[in-house]
């Protein structure tokens, strides 16, 4: 079992609607949570943390977090073009605090 | 603003040459990490430095792979000899925190291995 799991899509989503993204991930002990966004050719850039169960909510952008099934998500809302990306999950795991990434789920927002 | 800085950009080698990568992190940021990205996976965690020490590298292939971080500030890492299957993106990260939080990337050297 990967220590991080996400869907590898693509997922297309027309220009205006919620962009869902998911991610799993098998260390129990977890406590803090990231979402990365990487376009093609470029290097991954942090855009949401998370640490606690529920929602946090920045801009467009919503991380969800629920510790008791291992699960974190993305919701962007009124996609744009622009945020046609690939988006990393990536989980804080092990004695010096590694973050290990998800393969990605690749964006893709049509106009 | 300050930005992680990697050289070189790109690499084209042919297989059994040694290659070495270079980084240079954030000012005052005392964790560095390599990954490596293979196209159409995500970052996978080589090294992790805090300070001038190792902390991880469960995942370097030790007999070909090298890195160093010797006065806790610039790194080096080195591929000797290099295979058809290093191909792949090396990232260089830093982080002010103590492990995992708030990673700056740089951008990258892609390693081509002929």
């Known amino acids: 079992q990967k220590e991080v799991e996400q869907n590898s899509g693509p997922l297309s989503v027309p220009e205006g609607a919620i962009a869902s993204l998911n991610c799993t991930y098998s260390d129990r002990g977890s406590q803090s949570f990231f979402w990365y966004r990487q376009y093609s050719g470029k290097s991954p850039e942090l855009i949401m943390s998370i640490y606690s169960n529920g929602d946090k909510e920045d801009g467009r952008f919503t991380a969800q977090l629920n510790k008791a099934s291992q699960y974190v998500s993305l919701l962007i809302r009124d996609s744009q073009p622009s945020d046609s990306a690939t988006y990393l999950c990536a989980v804080i795991t092990g004695g010096y605090n590694k973050l290990i990434f998800g393969a990605g789920t690749r964006l893709a927002v049509h106009p | 603003e300050a930005e992680v800085a990697q050289s070189p950009r790109y690499k084209i080698t042919e297989k059994s040459q040694a290659v070495a990568f270079w980084c240079d992190p954030i000012s005052g940021h005392a964790t560095l990490y390599w990954y490596r990205q293979i196209l159409g996976q995500g970052p996978e965690l080589l090294v992790q430095f805090q300070d001038e020490s190792v902390v991880d590298d469960s995942q370097l292939p030790k007999d070909r792979f090298s890195a160093e971080r010797l006065k806790g500030v610039d790194s080096t890492l080195k591929i000797q000899p290099a295979e058809l299957g290093d191909s792949a993106m090396y990232l260089c990260?830093?982080?002010?925190?103590?492990?995992?939080?708030?990673?700056?990337f740089g951008s990258g050297t892609q390693l081509s291995v002929l």
């Open positions: 990260a830093s982080s002010f925190n103590r492990g995992g939080e708030k990673l700056f």
